[in-house]
Every structure is written in structure tokens, then in C-alpha cells.
């Protein structure tokens, strides 16, 4: 049928409450989700069911029951953590708030399994960007010659590696931490500029940047009760979004001649090292901290294919987004960490802002450098997840709309002077480059009519 030939202008439609979709995947599979894009999606609210079953004469047994979004965007559906064996997998409409009609544009099953690259960009990602460098299409092709010819896209660069990293608060003390974080973005662009031009070259020059990590770093030393390394969490999660978004691309984006011997002891770097800084969070403090922690812990599980990781960065990331990104529904106070039981505390963790409106943030008052890495790291995750087929986009739209919305309007505004509910008056406003990912989801997939 017309619904799972890849165009999304062609549509399946059935008659009537009940009216069902079955696909059959040729043999037993082992699945944990699936897609659906509704036809006319923007307009209405379909209610369905998703069921399996592993012979056509079988009685189906429902995985899921729910309701789409309002956009015509391709909606992941995930029912279970780990597989279902299934054959046949059947959408059986239920309603939606203008007719009886059940109109699918695209339906598609996704087996168990992580999809690679699928760290922040997909294959089909880069593929795209590379057919528009070729054709010397602006921006792509512009800022790819301002990569090649900045100082980490030099094939020439070569890493600073050491034993022991320390880390101290405000970059008070410096081990190493500097240098990793260049050499990370020296390694993603030459990644980059390796996928876009064909030229391995680039690709074993980040290689080695990678190796070098790897066969030296020994460990990130971390005590928060000493200033003088107290980042060693954050520097741990830092790595763990750039390093790790790297490995995934020189490991599944192609043939670039990473030996299994570096992807292991790589590996075993990630495991021993960076994860077990990051797999448990960082419930105090600012939460720009545990947003990048809950990126580098998923990540990790993606590049190692371990599930257990994968799912403990979800989590991480699902309790600390209501407590960064506040909602008029939530009440006088924003939700926040179980540590902060007073309202006191709480107005202290937001930076003695009082007066909660929606799409403040945690550090809009601190400065909005931080509250912009928090966004960052936020929007990065829903990205991947969306590629391995999970809907966080869907599960922070709500939250990330209004913060969006609110920082951009006194970034673009400044309004001097700043109104005086809002920290006193007083707002550190930095741009930062973190605004394009979830502009891309929001106004240009979602068509949201955003302010």
C-alpha cells in the first residue's frame, strides 16, 4: 500500500471506526517500534492501536494504545524497552476529531536495535549535507570551507593527551580538560569534512586524535568538595557528547580504517572512565550539569550497543527537563530536585528568581551561556532519540516551546531596561549557536506557528 512507499504525499485510507492497517515483515522479527505520519496530521487528533501478532490466523495482541500529534511529521511510537516478536504489525484507527477516515501517509516497523550513525545525525543526515556541499548550495557550502580552513580542520593537528585529568571550578586548575575539549571538536570536524569530501585522510587524522585519548587517559580525577577538581563530572560529560558523537560516525559512517583493536580499547575507555562520572547524574546544583551528563550517558550506550546505558541517560534526561524548563502548570513553584524542599531553596537554585513564568529556566537568571548549553543538550537528545525512533521531541515540545520562545524574544529584543521582575533587571544576554536543531523540529517538521 501506499503507506510504506516512502512518500510521504502518498497516502493509505480507510472507512469507519476499526478500519485497520496490517504489514507483514516476510518472517518473525524481533520489534520494539514503529512511525506513523498522518495525512492531514496538522488538522487532526487520530486515536489508534498498535498489535503484533507472529501468524496472520492469530488473534492480534495490542502493544499500544494512544493518540497522535498535531503535525505531519513522522510520529515514534515505542512500546516496548526491549523486543517483541512479531511477524504481522497491524494500526487499527479508532477515531479522530474531524470524521471517520483514517488517512496514513507513512507506516513503518522498526526492528530491536540501535541505528547507526545515529548519534545527533543520521546517515541520511550526512548524506544530505554532503549532496548539498556538492552542489555548492549556501550555507552548507560555506561553512564547510570555514571548517577545513579552522585550526580543527587542520590535518595537521595533533592531540594533547594526559594520564591523570583535573579539572577545578571556573577552569581554576587545568589537566587537560582545555585541551580534550579541542581535540574533540578538532576530531568531529575532520570526521565531518572526511564524510562530506570522500578524503580518508581526515578520518585517520581523527582517529588518532581518539587513539591517543585512549591509550593514555587513565583517569578523570573528581572530588566536589575540592575546587580544584570539582568539574571532573562535567568535563566527564562534556567529552562524552563530542568524543562519543565522533567514535559513532569514524565506527558506522563508512570505511574509515578505525581498527577493532582502537574501537576496543576506545571502548573500554568510555566504560571505565567517562561513564561511570556520568551514568548517575548530578541532582545538585545547576542543571546544565545533568542535562550534559544525560547526553554523554546515551551516547555511550549507543556507540557501545548497551541498552542499560542508553536507558539510564532517558532517564536522567526525563526528570531533570521538568525541573530546568518551567510550565505555568506547574504551579507557583518550579518542580525541582527532592533536595530543594523549601521555597527558600528553590528560589536559591534559580538564582534568587521569585516570580516563575512559562519558559523561565533553572540559570536564565545565572546567565543565558548556561541556560543555552541546558537547551543544547536537551535538543541534541530528543535528535538521537528521534533517529533510534523515540519520541522526546514530542515529550519536551510542551516545555522547550515556551523556553525557546522566551530567551530568544530578550536575545533578539534586549530590552534596556530589562523588566524588573525578571532577575532583577539585570540578564547576562550571550548568543550561542544552539538554536538551529530545535528550530529545524519545531517550526520547519512540527510547523509550529512559533513567536
Known amino acids: 500500500p501506499k503507506a510504506i512507499d516512502g512518500n510521504i504525499n502518498t497516502r493509505w485510507s480507510g472507512s469507519g471506526i476499526g478500519a485497520y492497517l496490517t504489514l507483514d515483515l516476510g518472517s518473525t522479527k524481533s520489534i520494539c517500534s514503529v512511525s506513523v505520519a498522518w495525512y492531514s496530521g496538522e488538522t487532526r487528533i487520530n486515536t489508534f492501536t498498535i498489535s503484533t501478532a507472529t501468524v496472520a490466523t492469530a488473534t492480534f495482541t495490542q502493544v499500544y494504545s494512544g493518540s497522535s500529534l498535531l503535525n505531519n511529521d513522522s510520529q ?24 471517520t477516515w483514517s488517512s496514513v501517509s507513512e507506516f513503518k516497523v522498526f526492528q530491536a536495535g540501535f541505528a547507526h550513525p545515529g548519534i545527533f545525525v543520521s546517515k541520511e543526515q550526512l548524506a544530505y549535507v554532503k549532496g548539498r556541499i556538492g552542489a555548492g548550495a549556501a550555507p552548507y557550502t560555506g561553512y564547510y570551507n570555514k571548517a577545513r580552513s579552522s585550526s580543527w580542520g587542520q590535518i595537521t593537528y595533533t592531540a594533547k593527551p594526559v594520564s591523570v585529568m583535573v579539572c577545578g571550578a571556573s ?11 579541542n581535540d574533540g571538536l578538532a576530531a568531529y570536524t575532520q570526521t565531518l569534512i572526511w564524510q562530506y569530501s570522500g578524503n580518508v585522510s581526515y578520518a585517520t587524522n581523527a582517529i588518532k586524535i581518539l587513539n591517543a585519548w585512549s591509550s593514555k587517559l587513565t583517569k578523570i580525577d573528581m572530588d566536589s568538595k575540592n575546587n580544584s577538581k570539582s568539574n571532573g563530572v562535567l568535563q566527564a560529560g562534556w567529552l562524552g557528547e563530542m568524543w562519543v558523537r565522533t567514535a559513532e560516525i569514524l565506527r558506522w559512517g563508512g570505511s574509515s580504517g578505525w581498527t577493532s583493536t582502537d574501537i576496543n580499547r576506545f571502548t573500554t575507555m568510555l566504560n571505565t572512565i567517562i561513564l561511570p562520572l556520568v551514568t548517575n547524574g548530578w541532582i545538585w546544583g545547576n542543571g546544565n550539569w545533568e542535562l550534559t551528563m544525560a547526553e554523554a550517558t546515551m551516547n555511550i550506550g549507543i556507540f557501545t550497543e548497551n541498552s542499560t546505558a542508553y536507558d539510564a541517560g532517558l532517564a536522567l534526561a526525563r526528570r531533570r527537563v521538568p525541573w530546568y524548563f ?22 536559591d537554585l534559580w538564582h534568587d528568581q521569585d516570580i516563575f513564568k512559562e519558559g523561565l529556566a533553572q540559570e536564565t537568571c545565572r546567565d543565558f551561556t548556561h541556560t543555552q548549553f541546558a537547551m543544547a543538550s536537551t535538543t541534541n537528545m530528543a535528535e ?68
Open 171 to 181: 577552569n581554576s586548575n587545568d589537566v587537560g580538560c582545555t585541551d580534550a575539549c
Open 76 to 99: 515514534p511510537i515505542t512500546f516496548s524497552s526491549s523486543s517483541v516478536q512479531a511477524r504481522y504489525v497491524r494500526l487499527t484507527f479508532k477515531g479522530n476529531t474531524v470524521n
Open 384 to 451: 538521537t532519540a528521534r533517529i533510534q525512533n523515540l519520541g522526546l521531541w514530542a515529550e519536551f515540545q510542551a516545555r522547550l516551546v515556551p523556553a525557546f520562545e522566551f530567551h530568544s524574544y530578550y536575545l533578539i529584543n534586549k530590552p534596556s531596561p530589562s523588566p524588573s521582575w525578571l532577575c532583577d533587571g539585570k540578564l547576562a544576554l550571550q548568543n550561542m549557536p544552539t538554536w538551529e536543531v530545535g528550530y529545524n523540529q519545531f517550526y520547519v517538521r512540527s510547523g509550529l506557528p512559533m513567536r
Open 326 to 347: 518551567y510550565l505555568a502548570s506547574d504551579g507557583a513553584l518550579p518542580k525541582a530536585p527532592p533536595i530543594y524542599t523549601t521555597q527558600a531553596a528553590i528560589v
